[in-house]
C-alpha cells in the first residue's frame, strides 16, 4: 500500500457564486464517505483560507522562533489535502480524478514519502 496526498491550491478554485458552492458539497462529502467505506482514507479537510490566521515554526536558524502568518507570501495557498492509502497508482487516479468531479476544481496528487 502507498499513501498519496490529493490536494489543490486554494486560487484552482475559482469565483463562483455562494449556490455553486453549496452545490458542491454533497458530491465533494459524497466522496469521503465512498472513500471511507473502500477503506482507503486517511485524512481529507479543508484548510482555513486566510494565510493570515496561520502561524510559522522555524528552528532552521537553531533557535526555535513561533510567528503570526505564513512563513513566506506566495501567490498561491494550499486550500485542502486528502491523504488516501491505496494498493497502486490507478487506484491513486481513480480516487483524484472523483475528489476533483466531487470539489469541481482541479487536484493535483503526490506519493507521501
Do not use: N
Not at 494550499?78 to 482541479?106: S, Y
Amino acid at each position: 500500500m502507498t499513501q498519496y496526498a490529493i490536494y489543490f491550491q486554494q486560487q484552482w478554485v475559482g469565483d463562483h457564486p455562494a449556490e455553486w458552492f453549496r452545490s458542491r458539497v454533497e458530491p465533494s462529502t459524497a466522496v469521503v464517505r465512498d472513500m471511507e467505506a473502500a477503506g482507503v482514507l486517511v485524512f481529507a479537510g479543508g484548510l482555513e483560507e486566510d494565510p493570515a490566521d496561520a502561524f510559522t515554526a522555524d528552528a532552521t536558524s537553531g533557535t526555535l522562533s513561533i510567528t503570526d502568518g505564513p512563513y513566506a507570501e506566495t501567490v498561491e495557498q494550499l486550500g485542502g489535502i486528502t491523504i488516501i492509502d491505496v494498493p497502486d497508482l490507478d487506484t491513486a487516479k481513480m480516487w483524484a480524478g472523483r475528489v476533483a468531479e466531487g470539489c469541481g476544481w482541479p487536484q493535483e496528487v503526490r506519493v507521501v514519502r
